[in-house]
C-alpha cells in the first residue's frame, strides 16, 4: 500500500485556492474535484491538475433521468479523468445507460473511459435519516449493499460506502469492485457533518481500495503534518 491510496478532496471555491492548496500539499497525488469547484472553475481545474501529472477524481454524482446521465457521463468521459460518480439511486436504466455513455465518450475523445463508481448511502446519512426521512424500509449496510450491487450488476467499476459497510460490500461484490471510502476521520479529528466514520486504518483492514480523506487534513492548521500524520498511522511510504 501506499499514499497513492490517499485521495484528498480540493473542496475550495475557486481556481486560486485550489492552486494554493494543491503547492501546500506536493505530496499528494490523487485529488478530488467535487461540485463546489466544477461548477466553479468548470475544466479549467483539471487541465491544472494533468499539467502537474497528478491523478483524477471528478466526483459530480450525477442523478437525473437515463438520458441526462448519459449526456453528461459522455461529456464528462471527455476530461480523461480517472474516477466518475453517479448515484446508485438513479436505478438500473440508468446506471447501464451511463456506463455506455462514458465508454462512447472517451472514444470519441480519444481518451482512456474514466472508472465510474456509484455512490450508496451518502456517508452524512445515518440509519436515523434513512429510516425516518428517507422512508427507506432496509437496514441502512443491507440498502448500502443492494446499492452496490444493483451498481455492479449494471457493469459499473465500483461504489462509494461508508467504512463502515466496507468489509460487508468487499464480500458481495468481490476483490475487482472498486471501493471508495470517504467519511474517514483519524481519531484526533472532528467529525463535523460525517455520520458513518472510521478511522483511516481501519476502513482499509475492512477492504477500501482508496479513501477520500479532506477537512482532516485540508482543515488543519498545518496540513502537511495532518498529511504527515495519517501515513504514519497507515506506516505509507
Ligand atoms: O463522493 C464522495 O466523494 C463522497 C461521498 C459520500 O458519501 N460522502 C462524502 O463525504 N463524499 C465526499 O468526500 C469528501 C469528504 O470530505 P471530508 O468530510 O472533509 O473528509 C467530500 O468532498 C464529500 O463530497
Not at 455512490?119 to 425516518?132: E, G, P, Q
Not at 483519524?186 to 477537512?215: C, M, N, Y
Request: hydrophobic share 45%; with cysteine; net charge negative.
Amino acid at each position: 500500500m501506499n499514499d497513492e491510496k490517499i485521495i484528498v478532496p480540493l473542496d475550495v471555491s475557486d481556481l486560486e485556492s485550489a492552486i494554493a492548496l494543491m503547492d501546500q500539499l506536493p505530496q499528494v497525488s490523487f485529488w478530488k474535484v467535487g461540485l463546489e469547484l466544477f461548477t466553479s472553475t468548470g475544466p479549467a481545474i483539471l487541465d491544472v491538475l494533468k499539467s502537474r501529472q497528478k491523478r483524477i477524481f471528478l466526483d459530480l454524482k450525477f442523478h437525473d433521468i437515463p438520458n441526462t446521465v448519459a449526456g453528461a457521463c459522455r461529456a464528462a468521459a471527455r476530461y480523461g479523468v480517472d474516477l466518475l460518480t453517479i448515484h446508485a439511486t438513479c436505478g438500473n436504466d440508468c446506471l447501464k445507460a451511463a456506463v455506455e455513455a462514458v465508454q462512447v465518450g472517451a472514444e470519441k475523445a480519444g481518451t482512456k473511459p474514466p472508472k465510474l463508481i456509484a455512490i450508496t448511502v451518502l456517508t452524512s446519512i445515518s440509519a436515523r435519516d434513512l429510516a425516518f426521512d428517507l422512508k427507506i424500509p432496509l437496514e441502512l449496510p443491507e440498502f448500502a449493499l443492494e446499492m452496490a450491487l444493483l451498481a455492479k450488476n449494471a457493469g459499473l467499476n465500483g461504489a462509494v460506502c461508508s467504512p463502515q459497510e466496507v468489509a460487508q460490500l468487499r464480500d458481495s461484490c468481490g476483490k475487482d469492485f472498486l471501493l471508495v471510502c470517504p467519511g474517514v476521520r483519524p481519531s484526533w479529528a472532528e467529525k463535523g457533518d460525517q455520520k458513518r466514520s472510521l478511522t483511516p486504518s481501519q476502513a482499509f483492514q475492512a477492504g477500501a481500495d482508496f479513501l477520500v480523506i479532506g477537512r482532516p487534513i485540508t482543515a488543519a492548521a498545518d496540513p502537511v503534518l495532518a498529511w504527515d500524520k495519517i501515513c504514519e498511522e497507515l506506516n505509507l511510504g
